[in-house]
């Protein structure tokens, strides 16, 4: 692969150059903030989303080494802990890694113009220096409440941004990895306890924020000291001065109890001297909903530590290139997200890559839940100019994101393409790769990129976990079977109150009230905590108060309307329409549809009340179900006028771009507008199912179809539906269900008495007919379609009717006619200058050219579609044309032209992700390696190629490769391989009605009776080939073989006879009697078969 001619290696080498100076190929260091014991923190250019973080490097130290097993795993438990952690008067951490020299860094969010807690308490008067130390203290209850002690207060580590909050920094990581606490610097705020080497406790931290406060209220420090040993001495002897602090009594008896020398005569909390502040300022203890959120979204993970180990332990294989794929299901609020979570931070600090994908309701842009995890592979491998066009067609900002431009018409995307792109992008990235999707339920593809990706997992550093609601989708399981399955079931009553008590605390008779309410739906219980918070005035209060009778019956409508009276009408309704746009908030669809308002003043009124929360840069509702719920308290005409409003906005800003068709759809069904609803479904199904959203656009289809029955203007547009159901229903494998399909798209069209729609649906089930192995009914409707199309003057379509008939005619080997009905489709393209169906007509021609021997024609017609088709571009067809020049070189013997041919049809169809023309050749180059009798080789090929077509149900081409695979066995003298072989293979010649066709794998049939022993089965089976093979099938030299082989076990009479009377054999009586015999040729298979049933039949066809 090459960019603008540099191949790809060189690519690799400047990417490696220009990102030496990354951290974690992510982060540009802008300025260095600050610097203190523990390490440097600068001001970092993050790349993936063009936003400026704070990122510390923590500095080595003699005893630490970051390369140590040790180090590590304390460095990571600390952060495992510190990630978790939501409070608004505490720095969350960002992201986590290790730097080339393996040092760990951090990042947090960037604070613009934040001074320090004595900076902006001296500007205060006496209510604004409590409030700030109140703040902190809040912080500090948080960390303690999370088993986190701060250990390093002091005033750089508590800063007040612009608008006066509080924001405590650099907690607990410095503990973990020093043995003792760092003396410089901040030795004034260490308590007596810690320097005595004493037992420590929150109490400690409660030490240094009297210290703050006793320098907020004195202007000086309480040990002011002219040395290390002085201040040591003073801590650890003299009481303060509280004559100093230009406070209240009541304010200076808090501050000196905090600085008390004995832990146990401090306050036994940080929420207890909260209490006392309020108190000695006569102000009420306040909880805001930002503190109260901070409790309830990141309680502390509780459950689940059989999953967790299982995860945990994958995660772990993936670290040493042996991946995997899971599937969490459970029902809504169960815990999946949070465990994926739980998952994720455990990643981070293994020095994982973590991926996120997020499907969305009704969120119909093209790979939408693929492109944050392509964006961030981005900057971890190098793209080339052809990658990076394909990819640029859905990722606008990948220009910034690579740091180059790139130009020029980029193929189309298919899920294959983009699946062979990804997992060549996650094995140049070097890195092992947690990728996690949640949501899994809305998929609007056929998940055949996960599907691809979970297959080659094993092989890679991949951990994939996918989360779903099983009680929404409880068929995806089976649309995945690579993925391990892992089911969460509800809380237990012991899990329910540990989640419980690491809210509130212990709570025995309200724990059990909220299982019995909740019934362990962890979802259901924070929401119960939430709404008795909200009547009690604060969560403190929930352990005093007597549990209510009940909670609340219609849960999420009436929680929903709980916080919809929190705000104004004007803002309620804001709520409502973005309800209605879907879970992620669209702030510019908002706008146009909301009218002018304040809408930074509302989004803060909302997360207050915790309807909002925000993920990976993306505003959403803070669970779906909240957003169902005010959906359901919406009126259905206020529900339909609001759908209609929105769809007017998408149609006004979006105008004719196709990620929103799918929306629209929904939009105007919702809003009762049908006929818009399918002109944009129609229009969206017709772009993405050549992408494989099969499954998905199959119900919105379905939902559609059962909603435009009752009305008769709409019936062309049911026509369009049922064809788009037909295809998908191909797409899934279906073909019984797309034949139904397109028999009724058929008799519409018959009902219009349109002609060309009636053609359209037939020549559509004829080529399902095909594929069901139906030649005559396939061939029956082609013949009329043919017929239809051609009184309508539709060229292109009667070519490739044409084309068609030739086909299923060269399958049932009627060669003679194939040519007739080839030539025709040759006339028609060309005279009509139709280059896709010249270069189809002259490979069909070719193919049966090389069928009857004519090796010269075969080859002529091969290069005259090679050279009227190259010039179109690396696609598909192009992949087969060389693929099949490649079949006549190999018939040939001639193998030094074939083999490039057939490898450079796999390296295109690969970079298309078109694995059916891939392994196609895969199973080419496998015949042409045991023509060169390297028959090792050629079974590895051929077995790679029968397993695809097995699972993708390419029968045909599967008995074709099994007969040949028995040939290859039997060069190995594998005879059990050759006899199961010949089994499947005649089972499914026999089942395709295609005896014929299939007939060369009666060759391996007369080596297996010659080992067997059974000359005269042998030579019976020799008359069979002769009299019913085609000239690709009649082998003369093998055949003199087999005759002579026979002669050392019979007479040249016998001989005679028995061929003659093989030759009267019928060939589907003769199967069936194989098939049936269970003391013939394949008794011990038949006789397992029969002691096993199984559902192969079924599987089959």
């Not at 309410?517 to 005035?537: D, H, K, M, P, V």
């Not at 080789?937 to 008995?959: C, H, K, L, V």
């Not at 007969?963 to 293979?985: H, I, K, P």
């Amino acid at each position: 692969m090459k960019a603008f001619g540099t191949p790809l290696k060189e690519l690799l080498m400047k990417q490696h150059a220009e990102r030496s100076h990354l951290i974690g190929n992510r982060y540009r260091l802008v300025r260095k903030i600050g610097e203190g014991g523990m390490g440097t923190v600068f001001e970092a250019e993050d790349r993936l989303n063009a936003k400026f973080v704070a990122l510390k490097c923590l500095k080595s130290r003699p005893d630490q080494d970051y390369s140590d097993t040790h180090q590590r795993q304390l460095l990571a438990r600390e952060f495992q802990t510190l990630a978790g952690l939501r409070h608004p008067h505490i720095i969350s951490v960002l992201d986590f890694g290790y730097d080339s020299q393996l040092r760990p860094y951090f990042t947090m969010p960037l604070l613009h113009g934040a001074r320090n807690i004595l900076e902006v308490a001296a500007e205060r008067m006496l209510h604004g220096k409590v409030r700030l130390l109140i703040e902190m203290l809040q912080a500090l209850n948080y960390l303690h409440r999370h088993g986190i002690l701060h250990l390093d207060l002091k005033p750089s580590n508590v800063l007040v941004e612009p608008n006066g909050r509080v924001r405590v920094l650099d907690f607990g990581i410095a503990t973990e990895l020093t043995h003792a606490p760092e003396i410089g610097g901040t030795l004034e705020y260490i308590s007596p306890e810690m320097l005595n080497g004493e037992p420590i406790e929150p109490a400690s931290d409660l030490y240094a924020v009297g210290v703050i406060a006793y320098q907020i209220f004195a202007g000086e420090h309480p040990f002011a000291a002219n040395g290390i040993a002085q201040l040591i001495y003073r801590v650890l002897t003299e009481r303060p001065d509280s004559e100093r602090l230009a406070a209240p009594e009541a304010v200076r008896q808090v501050i000196m109890r905090l600085l008390a020398k004995k832990p146990s005569e401090r306050y036994a909390s940080a929420y207890e001297a909260t209490l006392a502040f309020c108190q000695a300022i006569q102000v009420a203890p306040s909880e805001t909903y930002l503190l109260r959120e901070s409790v309830l979204q990141s309680p502390k993970f509780v459950g689940r530590e059989a999953e967790l180990r299982m995860l945990d332990q994958a995660l772990a294989e993936a670290l040493h290139k042996r991946g995997s794929a899971w599937l969490v299901g459970g029902e809504s609020g169960v815990g999946k997200s949070r465990l994926l979570d739980e998952l994720r931070i455990r990643a981070l600090v293994k020095g994982v890559i973590v991926l996120h994908g997020q499907y969305l309701e009704g969120a119909g842009g093209l790979y939408s839940a693929w492109r944050d995890a392509i964006r961030r592979l981005a900057l971890l491998a190098p793209l080339d100019d052809d990658e990076a066009l394909m990819l640029q067609s859905f990722i606008p900002d990948l220009p910034r994101l690579i740091g180059r431009a790139v130009e020029g018409t980029p193929q189309a995307i298919t899920d294959q393409r983009l699946a062979s792109l990804l997992v060549a992008l996650i094995e140049r990235a070097q890195q092992p790769i947690l990728l996690l999707m949640d949501d899994l339920q809305w998929a609007t593809d056929d998940l055949s990129i996960l599907r691809h990706l979970s297959k080659v997992a094993p092989r890679l550093p991949l951990m994939i976990v996918a989360a779903y609601r099983n009680d929404e989708a409880h068929y995806l399981y089976g649309r995945l079977p690579e993925m391990r399955l892992i089911k969460l079931a509800r809380f237990s009553a012991a899990e329910s109150s540990q989640l419980s008590r690491s809210i509130i605390g212990q709570a025995e008779t309200l724990e059990r009230f909220l299982f019995e309410q909740t019934e362990g739906n962890a979802f259901y219980l924070i929401e119960s905590l939430r709404s008795l918070a909200e009547s009690l005035g604060s969560l403190e209060r929930i352990r005093q108060a007597e549990a209510p009778r009940q909670l609340f019956s219609d849960r999420m409508a009436l929680i929903a309307q709980r916080r919809l009276m929190r705000l104004s009408e004007r803002h309620q309704a804001l709520v409502k329409i973005a309800a209605v746009i879907g879970r992620e908030l669209n702030f510019e669809l908002l706008e146009r549809v909301g009218g002018e308002a304040n809408y930074d003043d509302w989004l803060i009124k909302c997360v207050d009340i915790a309807l909002f929360r925000i993920e990976h840069d993306k505003w959403y509702f803070t669970h779906d179900k909240l957003r169902e719920g005010v959906l359901h308290l919406m009126p259905l005409a206020e529900r339909r006028e609001l759908h209609r409003a929105v769809a007017e906005g998408i149609e006004a800003l979006y105008p004719d771009q196709p990620d929103y068709e799918l929306a629209l759809s929904i939009h105007w069904r919702q809003a009762g507008e049908l006929a818009r609803a399918v002109r944009y479904l129609i229009a969206y199904a017709s772009r993405t199912l050549p992408y494989g959203s099969a499954s998905a656009v199959k119900l919105h289809l379905e939902e559609l179809l059962q909603q435009t029955e009752p009305l008769p203007e709409l019936i062309t547009d049911r026509f369009h539906i049922y064809m788009l159901l037909g295809k998908c229903e191909e797409d899934i494998g279906t073909n019984v269900r797309a034949r139904e399909c397109y028999q009724r798209a058929h008799a519409i069209a018959v009902a219009l008495q349109d002609h060309v729609m009636q053609a359209t649906a037939l020549f559509s089930n004829a080529l399902v007919e095909r594929s069901m192995g139906n030649f005559a009914g396939s061939l029956e409707q082609l013949h009329s379609a043919l017929s239809l199309f051609q009184a309508h003057n539709q060229p292109q379509q009667v070519a490739q009717a044409l084309f068609a008939i030739g086909h299923v005619e060269t399958l049932r080997m009627n060669l003679e006619r194939a040519e007739q009905y080839l030539q025709q489709a040759l006339q028609v393209a060309e005279q009509h200058q139709d280059k896709l169906n010249v270069a189809r007509a002259h490979m069909g021609l070719s193919d049966t050219a090389r069928r009857q021997r004519d090796f010269e024609r075969a080859e002529r017609h091969a290069k005259a579609a090679l050279e009227r088709y190259a010039a179109q571009g690396e696609d598909r067809l192009l992949a087969t044309i060389l693929m099949r020049l490649s079949l006549v070189y190999m018939d040939q013997r001639r193998f030094e032209e074939a083999l490039p041919l057939a490898e450079r049809s796999i390296q295109i169809s690969q970079r298309l992700g078109d694995f059916d023309s891939t392994y196609a050749a895969i199973g080419n180059i496998g015949f042409a390696l045991a023509q060169q009798e390297r028959y090792e080789e050629s079974r590895a090929y051929f077995e790679r190629a029968i397993a695809y077509e097995r699972q993708y149900g390419d029968w045909n081409t599967m008995a074709v490769r099994l007969g040949a695979l028995a040939q290859v066995n039997v060069r190995l003298a594998d005879w059990t391989a050759v006899r199961a072989n010949l089994y499947e293979w005649l089972q499914l010649a026999r089942r395709l009605d295609n005896l014929r066709g299939l007939l060369h794998g009666f060759y391996g049939m007369v080596y297996l009776a010659l080992h067997d022993g059974n000359a005269i089965q042998a030579a019976e089976w020799i008359g069979v080939i002769e009299a019913n093979a085609t000239p690709e099938y009649l082998d003369s030299e093998e055949l003199a073989g087999f005759r002579a082989a026979c002669l050392a076990h019979m007479d040249e009479k016998q001989l005679a006879e028995s061929i003659a009377y093989g030759k009267t054999l019928d060939l589907n009586a003769l199967a069936d009697r194989l098939l049936s015999d269970s003391e013939g040729i394949f008794g011990p298979l038949i006789a397992a078969e029969q002691a096993q049933p199984s559902d192969s039949d079924q599987a089959v066809l």
